[in-house]
């Protein structure tokens, strides 16, 4: 078997999941249930649910219809793949078929699998520097190095929005970074990310420590739907909640970036929520970024009080410590990325580490 044949394999396996997810058996029938309401005399009675029903319809059975086309590709490509000779031309044909389906599953898994209101909004990712001190803030610029790499991968564009630089002064003059919040623009970005947010665990060979000890550093990931203008009005915010600073933006070692202070901070005071925005020249800006990023995280606190989850945000304060872990990264005594919730692991932790990030995110919209 050649590695092309492994592929295929692969993505053969990828699609019975996508199916199996899918339910083609379930969709058959409610379009058969459908189809029978259409068939009554005073079906067109109610044009506007009639509509509805017709456009169900048409929905589905263009899914079914992808579905069945799919897979009857990928089994002509897994024919194909065993009589062609590797370095052909037909080979290279068969490559550029073979990535072409990979993006077509992609487009359907995204229809299953992302579906939440918010899953085809740009995201904000936040890392924040938890125990382990200066190992800690470099933990969180390899964090936000290693989601650069997979936005660039991705063909996502981002953008820091604020940061907060840690202690400099370290090895090869590295600075680390307290807090940092980026936006990542794409399609389905949040819906591909938002199962990142959690406790990442990094041990290593501190390279802060003279004695080149081991030492285990913490940081926590939030993943926020950019959430539009339309919503935010939607969001109940007073006023009188809000408590609204500015401040110079200022970079490492205490240069500023720009002195007016056009930085805004914004607290919402009855939950003490936080957001920030410094990289935009124009307070107004800031401001108006920072108020998404609020209404964001006011969005979800409301869903975790509607699934009765509100003592994890209130009563129970996930800490960035001890066993809260999304994603262990182990680089010694041996080589291990394993994430927690969905038992993905590697041993390649430098490949994760410079944004191949895939593996474990096709598993987790999948949970």
Known sequence: MNELQGKIE???????????????????????????Q??????????KKAAEISQRIALLETD????????????DLKEISKFVEENSREFKELEKNYKGLREKIKEEEKKVFLSGHYDKLPAILTIQAGAGGRDAEDWA???????????QLQELKTKILARN???GGGPEGRIGIKEVSMEIKGNYTYGFLKNEQGI???VRISPFSAQA????SFAKVEVLPEIPESDISKIKIKPEDLKIETFGASGPGGQYVNKRESAVRITHLPTGLKASSQEERLQGLNRKKAMQILAAKLFRLSQQEKEKEIQKVKGKKISA???????SYILHPYKLCKDIQTGVETTNVEAVLDGNLDKFIQAEIKL
């Open 10 to 36: 692969n993505l053969e396996a990828q699609f019975l999941d996508l199916s199996d997810h899918f339910d083609l058996n379930k969709k058959k029938k409610e379009i058969k249930a459908l189809k029978e």
């Open 38 to 47: 259409t068939n009554k005399p005073d079906f067109w009675q109610d044009q």
């Open 64 to 75: 079914i219809k992808n579905l069945e086309d799919l897979k009857k590709e990928i089994q």
């Open 141 to 151: 610029v390899m964090l936000l190095r290693m989601y650069r790499k997979y936005c």
């Open 165 to 167: 630089f840690g202690e």
């Open 200 to 202: 990442h665990r990094l």
């Open 213 to 216: 000890l081991r030492h285990t």
């Open 321 to 327: 410590s001890w066993g809260n872990q999304r994603r």
